[in-house]
């Protein structure tokens, strides 16, 4: 059964920092996503990541994907309060089915 | 455009009763797929339809649960009876057709939250 974990589960930072959020996950696939989602909101997909040595940047986001180690980074440059909210990683099975496994999602908090 | 919808937006039933969760896709996507979070679980997948199909429905927890997309536009998920664990967050995603290897970019609706007491 495929896992996916996220390191950390919580995070607070200040404002101006530069900080990684780990995403580790224990088969094969070369399909990671990532999603953020504000409370009480619904999910708004972030990056797709499609294969090994992949790398999106999006404003103060940028996401990577090492397939071999099994491993994808979200990456914050000079964090804004407007970045607090809960990131997911999520991977997609290599099946037909495009069954996502999702990982225990990230709360981060930027303080002023 | 109007976004991915469910509907109802909370839902407060007693054990044993019976909920119907009910999802409207983006128009035109073929895919609809329903997720449950459950408190301070991950979110897990239900199950996957593309169009009126059911694609794969491994997540699905028990024969207690029920998924339709008659026509291949809107879905219901019914649970009957009702159990204290099926309390959580539905939602529900929509995407389009996958480009040959391309990623699937799966927009979510804003959950149903559904408590059993």
């Known amino acids: 059964e495929l896992k996916v974990e996220q390191n950390p589960l919580f995070l607070s930072m200040q404002e101006g920092k530069n900080y990684t959020i780990y995403c580790n996950y224990s088969t094969t696939s070369d399909r990671l996503y990532w999603y953020r989602q504000d409370p009480g909101k619904s999910l708004e997909s972030l990056f797709v990541l499609l294969s090994n040595g992949a790398v999106k940047q999006e404003g103060r986001l940028m996401a990577s994907l090492d397939t071999k180690a099994r491993l994808s980074t979200l990456h914050i440059t000079a964090a804004v309060h407007d970045l607090s909210a809960t990131y997911f990683c999520?991977?997609?099975?290599?099946?037909?089915?495009?069954?996502?496994?999702f990982g225990p999602g990230t709360r981060l908090s930027v303080l002023p | 455009e109007a976004g991915v919808t469910q509907f109802p937006s909370h839902s407060v039933i007693e054990k044993g009763q019976t909920v119907t969760l009910r999802c409207d896709p983006i128009s035109g996507h073929d895919n609809l797929y329903w997720y449950r979070r459950v408190m301070g679980k991950e979110i897990k997948f239900l199950l996957h339809?593309?169009?009126?199909?059911?694609?794969?429905e491994s997540g699905m927890p028990n024969n207690r649960f029920l998924a339709e997309r008659t026509g291949g536009t809107y879905s219901t998920l019914k649970v009957q009876p009702a159990e204290l664990e099926d309390s959580g967050v539905y939602f529900c995603?929509?995407?389009?057709?996958?480009?040959?290897?391309?990623?699937?970019?799966?927009?979510f609706g804003p959950g149903t939250r559904l408590t059993v007491l």
């Open positions: 999520a991977v997609e099975l290599d099946n037909y089915g495009q069954n996502f496994v």
């Open positions: 339809f593309v169009k009126e199909s059911k694609q794969d």
């Open positions: 995603a929509s995407s389009q057709v996958r480009s040959g290897l391309g990623g699937v970019e799966q927009f």
